[in-house]
């Protein structure tokens, strides 16, 4: 923040210091252990009173000295080179706290190097005891730099108490000082080790080499049991939120964890294979494969610890980002770029959108992220959101990323960087303009004569849009399945419901007859639900034309397998039905109506998960992207659901999650279908109004199929009068959770309910499709709305729910004049403006719920003076 960027691209993402420092890290234990190694083998040849062993012992040394000495000390100052370019700030700060722990270390090291170069040039020129002292005061100062740096770069793993103090001793003699001085002082004797196996292994003299290598592979096996037992004193010496992050929720350190495990048995697999006798030209090899796998295993290492410290660079106190932990809230205020003192941008403007998102991209993400390199990778990261998502994702990174700092920027400062991101280096982009309709649908009206006519038949469905998922080969939410409903009404003075005696016959038009042809939801559908779903809500695989069946006052066709593809491609969500009614005994028609039986798979989760629409570039669920849900899943709920897809068995969601509204028990553990996709996606589209709905939803005014459509959206009314906003609906579904015992409701309303802290508490819980917002809580008595808000006020039971209400004489249900929730008469369809509409039209000539403007003359053969059906419903209709 308060230094120039350097930007690296492609070597960013750390590569350049992970490679420099990984391997100076290996060359700096082995200057430690290299050390002892050095003295206690020269004591071993004085013992011994071999020459030969001493002459070795000589030959190392020198190997060891160009070693440590110019590889060491060339990669250690590419060190310092390297962290004050990448990240100033923490090392001003280690300078600046650590100054005289610096200098005192810096003597140490200028012992080290006299005192080797002494020890490695005066073989057989100084006495024996001089010169093992001279070996003895380079280990002792080669530890003694182990043991100050140790303390220093644990400090930025675990500071301690030097949060509070910042005394310099409280940093140093940190909580994790001492497992680590431990851990890294028997890694650098196995490294030794290592080193002896490489000069060991090229000695020509057969005898002696078998006894310099085993000696050597002495230094890799004995302190093998106390590094694994330092190594877990070091594990339970992190604070437990530093454990889980690090072993559990950090998908980037399973490598590393898996890496550490499985090389620990190798090396003393070949640490035991180089004890015994084995040919020179294998034992060569053998040495330098146990080099490399060393070099990997220190690598393992130093990952871990490295990434155990995010999203900080100094663990609760200064980010990764350079922003100190105390400043972030000031920043936010702020602004990213007016705080910045080296930005060019300090505010971002629509014309500066783009270039405000690099100064933004290279101030918060390149001391992380490289662009297009092999770690880290921004692009392989963000490939799969478009800019709108990408900024949602930014707002809330930190709430399921905790290896990430939270965005210190303001809205419009995410949204630039998302810009940025997701468009100049990921080549995605937002919907701007609406999906092009142009296949209009005839809106064909059958006749009816008042004066003639003996029957009214009413049809409409349950819901005024079945959406469904259509990735039954990956997993499966939502099947196909449409219940119609449809009522006759014998007219005169008394109307009189029909159904004994009485025949109806639906038929989908002739487009969507064979679905089966295209695509297999229906088939998977069976099978994934199978009997549960079967025997609890009738999915039986109804065809598309047929009879329906009879019930006490009307007739349904449950569950219909309709998809919005019809024959010869493209995407349509409102294909219509024919339903026609027969008179049993004579086989006479009595009536005929259409209606739309509304179905699309317009889900926006490519918005976050990536791939393309599966269907006419306009809606579908593509295999990429179904795949990309399922790795998302898997990698925040520690699930293997990719892995069983790509095996041929797709996912039921409702198998662990219940789901009320198709009867699925789940496994009783999880949280229901709609708490859990609500919760979590309120954690990140929560500030978004009602475009947090038609993100996934298909009612978006871009949208193709824009299902909210009917009175109250062209009275500009949006989701959130009714269901109130994302993080609303997510609380009062979660509180019902939580009040049932599940314990993953409260870590998704951990940041949801300081956000609403005004209003959380009030909040009611409620059940996903039992406890919804009611009609009447507005129109109180039928009369005109004195409020557009009904958010936490339900429905107590499913007999109350709109599609489930009849009028006051309870035969009439409130659907067969009103049509469906979200399309109620006047509807205006985007596939033809009347298309909805076509029953009101049909028998009164407008587009009006029936019988409105006291057109009673529909079912009455006589003029109404009283208001059968509810109150106020003689007069004139409003909204005209």
Not at 125 to 137: A, C, E, F, N, Q
Not at 351 to 368: H, P, Q, R, T, V
Not at 428 to 436: F, G, H, I, S
Not at 847 to 861: D, E, M, Q, R, Y
Request: overall charge neutral; some cysteine; aromatic content about 10%.
């Amino acid at each position: 923040m308060n230094y120039p960027v350097w930007n690296l691209d492609f070597f960013g993402g750390g590569l350049l210091i992970a490679l420099i420092a990984v391997f100076h890290v290996y060359i700096s234990h082995f200057a430690v252990g290299g050390g002892l190694f050095l003295v206690l083998t020269e004591l071993k040849g004085y013992r011994e009173d071999n020459p030969s062993i001493l002459d070795y012992t000589c030959k190392h040394a020198k190997f060891f000295l160009l070693v440590t000495m110019v590889a060491g000390s060339m990669t250690g100052v590419g060190i310092w080179f390297t962290i004050s370019l990448l990240n100033p700030g923490a090392t001003s700060i280690l300078i600046h706290n650590y100054v005289f722990g610096w200098a005192t270390e810096w003597v140490f090291f200028l012992i080290e190097i006299i005192s080797l170069f002494i020890y490695a040039y005066t073989f057989n020129r100084l006495d024996k005891k001089t010169h093992l002292l001279m070996g003895w005061i380079y280990f002792g100062a080669a530890w003694m730099s182990l043991f100050i740096i140790n303390g220093i770069i644990d400090f930025m793993l675990t500071p301690g108490s030097w949060l509070e103090n910042h005394n310099f001793w409280s940093g140093f003699f940190n909580p994790t000082f001492w497992p680590a001085l431990f851990f890294r002082t028997f890694l650098a004797l196995m490294i030794a080790g290592l080193f002896g196996l490489m000069t060991a292994t090229r000695l020509k003299d057969e005898e002696l080499r078998h006894k310099m290598v085993r000696h050597s592979a002495l230094y890799l096996l004995a302190p093998f049991a106390l590094l694994l037992s330092s190594a877990w004193w070091y594990k339970a010496a992190l604070p437990p939120e530093l454990q889980t992050m690090i072993f559990q929720t950090m998908p980037e350190m399973k490598p590393f964890i898996t890496g550490f495990i499985y090389l620990s048995p190798i090396l003393m697999a070949g640490g035991l294979l180089m004890a015994i006798r084995i040919p020179r030209c294998m034992g060569c090899t053998v040495a330098v494969i146990l080099l490399i796998i060393g070099q990997f295993y220190i690598g393992c290492f130093e990952f871990m610890r490295e990434g155990g410290r995010r999203p900080y660079i100094i663990r609760d106190h200064m980010y990764s980002n350079s922003i100190l932990k105390k400043d972030l809230e000031t920043v936010r205020k702020q602004g990213v770029l007016l705080s910045a003192k080296w930005a060019q941008e300090k505010k971002v403007t629509r014309d500066n959108m783009l270039a405000s998102g690099k100064e933004l991209y290279n101030l918060l993400c390149l001391s992380c992220h490289s662009s297009g390199g092999p770690l880290n990778d921004i692009k392989k990261a963000t490939r799969n959101f478009t800019p709108w998502g990408l900024a949602n994702m930014i707002g809330a990174i930190d709430r399921f990323h905790p290896y990430m700092p939270p965005f210190p920027g303001n809205r419009l400062e995410a949204k630039a960087l998302a810009a940025y991101i997701a468009t100049e280096l990921n080549g995605r982009r937002d919907a701007t303009k609406p999906v092009p309709i142009t296949a209009k649908a005839e809106i064909d009206i059958p006749a009816f004569d008042p004066e003639k006519a003996g029957y009214v038949l009413l049809s409409w469905t349950d819901m005024g849009m079945q959406a469904m998922t259509d990735t039954s080969n990956e997993w499966m939410m939502l099947p196909p399945g449409v219940n119609l409903h449809a009522l006759l009404i014998k007219r005169g003075e008394s109307p009189e419901i029909m159904t004994d005696g009485i025949r109806l016959n639906y038929a989908i038009d002739p487009a969507f007859a064979n679905p089966a042809s295209k695509i297999s939801f229906w088939d998977n559908s069976k099978q994934l639900f199978g009997k549960n779903i079967t025997q609890n809500t009738g999915l039986s695989g109804s065809p598309l034309s047929g009879a329906m069946q009879a019930g006490e006052t009307d007739f349904h066709a449950d569950l219909l397998p309709i998809v919005p593809y019809p024959e010869g491609g493209g995407y349509m969500p409102y294909p219509s039905m024919t339903i026609t009614a027969t008179d049993t005994a004579t086989g006479k028609i009595l009536a005929k109506t259409r209606t739309v039986v509304p179905t699309a798979t317009e889900m926006g989760c490519n918005t976050c998960h990536g791939g393309l629409w599966r269907v006419d570039g306009r809606a579908g669920i593509s295999t990429r992207t179904a795949g990309n849900i399922l790795s998302v899943h898997d990698r925040l709920s520690g699930t293997t659901l990719a892995q069983q897809a790509a095996s041929g068995k797709p996912v039921l969601c409702q198998q662990c999650h219940s789901d009320s509204r198709f009867g699925q028990q789940g496994d009783g553990k999880q949280l229901n279908m709609s708490a859990s996709i609500h919760g979590l996606h309120a954690n990140f589209l929560s500030p978004q109004g009602a475009d947090a709905c038609t993100a996934c939803h298909p009612a978006g005014e871009l949208g193709a199929s824009r299902s909210f459509r009917g009175i109250h959206h062209s009275l500009e009314l949006k989701c959130t009068n009714c269901h109130g906003s994302l993080a609303d609906h997510a609380i009062s579904l979660l509180k019902a959770e939580q009040k049932a015992g599940k314990k993953r409701a409260a870590v998704l309303m951990r940041h949801l309910l300081p956000e609403m802290e005004a209003t959380a508490a009030d909040i009611l819980p409620r059940k996903p499709w039992i406890n919804e917002p009611d009609c009447l809580n507005c129109h109180e008595d039928f009369e005109q709305p004195g409020d557009d808000v009904t958010f936490n006020k339900w429905t107590t039971n499913q007999d109350e729910l709109f599609r489930s209400r009849t009028d006051e004489a309870g035969f009439l249900p409130c659907s067969a004049c009103h049509n469906s929730a979200h399309a109620l008469y006047p509807a205006v369809n985007p596939y033809g403006k009347n298309l909805d509409n076509r029953q009101p039209l049909q028998y009164q000539k407008t587009p009006f719920p029936l019988g409105s403007n006291k057109s009673c003359f529909v079912c009455h053969t006589m003029e109404m003076e009283e208001e059968m059906h509810h109150p106020n419903m003689l007069r004139e209709f409003r909204n005209q």
